[in-house]
């Protein structure tokens, strides 16, 4: 992270950082276990949570240039774990919503940590990826836009494939098939079968009604059946990115626990082998925290945290 100097003294550049708003409860846990948790989105609030994607995509794929791309008769149900965050920081919304009315904290989760540790993976294929940093859409043309540009991406990486710098990948990619004599062609096809199911993948925990449009809203997204998918068909990749994805403890099963009197499913993500690299790089205590903040600092310290600690900017009437 860069730090720039402004008229209030130092602040922080925030280009990769996002922020979660929890109960002092919930971020003592997630520091003294060093885990986050990533709940299923079909127990979200929203009732409404990823019904749009299919319809929109379906419309979008009546255009000619998209007539290469099949929707698939049966479509798999997908798992998606997430840890909601936004692009808001120091929010009197957030606050008084998501941490313990204006109690709890506010901090910010630096997301290229997680990215370059997990960077092999996108390296390899970017079509069965299953970890994301997405920022939520609410717009209708936006969502509109955003599909045909990842969809024209993809076409034109499929169309381009032999030309690419991933001739090593593709290589483990037709060793992971049992027939031998599979060539670009072959890979090709499949990839242009997946598209369907990858771009869907991609878009129905991106998509939200423009009610909620206020949480600028961005999630740390698990698909747990995209990994699910790259384990099983293409172990010679997994191989690779095994260690990786067991120290993240990606590789478990659900569990389940009582959130706000309701028991939701989750996948805990364990960042012990990148606690070194400070994916948490700042805190900012609610309006009416009353913790101390020296203690606080020390209870960090204490945990191999460190980053920056400041009290809200907002004063709210006592």
């Avoid at 957030?94 to 993976?121: E, M, P, Q, R």
Wanted: proline share 3%; with cysteine.
């Amino acid at each position: 992270m860069v730090k720039t100097k402004g008229k209030k003294g130092v602040q922080m550049k925030k280009e990769n950082i996002v922020y979660h708003y929890c109960s002092l409860e919930a971020f003592h846990s997630i520091i003294t276990s060093k885990s986050f948790w990533l709940f299923s989105l079909d127990s979200s609030n929203d009732l409404e949570e990823m019904s749009g994607a299919e319809k929109m995509i379906d419309n979008v794929l009546k255009e000619e240039k998209y007539k290469s791309i099949n929707k698939p008769d049966y479509l798999r149900q997908e798992e998606f774990y997430s840890l909601s965050c936004t692009s808001k920081r120091d929010s009197a919304l957030h606050f008084n919503k998501y941490a313990d009315n204006d109690k709890g904290v506010c901090f910010g989760i630096d997301t290229s940590v997680f990215n370059k540790y997990l960077y092999i993976t996108s390296k390899i294929n970017s079509f069965f990826g299953y970890f994301f940093f997405l920022k939520v859409i609410y717009n209708d043309n936006q969502k509109e836009k955003e599909i045909k540009k990842y969809l024209d991406e993809k076409l034109n990486y499929i169309d381009q494939l032999e030309k690419t710098n991933a001739k090593g990948s593709l290589e483990l990619l037709i060793g992971s098939f049992p027939d031998e004599n599979k060539d670009f062609k072959d890979i090709k096809d499949l990839l242009r079968r997946r598209t369907y199911t990858t771009t869907l993948s991609r878009f129905k925990p991106k998509l939200k009604i423009k009610n909620y449009i206020d949480e600028s809203e961005t999630r740390m997204l698990f698909c747990r059946s995209q990994f699910q998918l790259y384990k099983d068909f293409f172990p010679d990749i997994y191989n690779i990115i095994a260690k990786s994805v067991e120290n993240l403890n990606l590789d478990s099963s659900p569990e389940f626990k009582i959130m706000s009197g309701v028991i939701r499913k989750y996948i805990e993500l364990k960042m012990d082998a990148i606690w070194y690299k400070q994916p948490i790089k700042e805190v900012i205590l609610g309006p009416n925290c009353k913790t101390n903040i020296d203690e606080f600092k020390e209870f960090l310290k204490s945990n191999d945290v460190s980053c920056e600690v400041e009290p809200s900017n907002i004063k709210n009437r006592k």
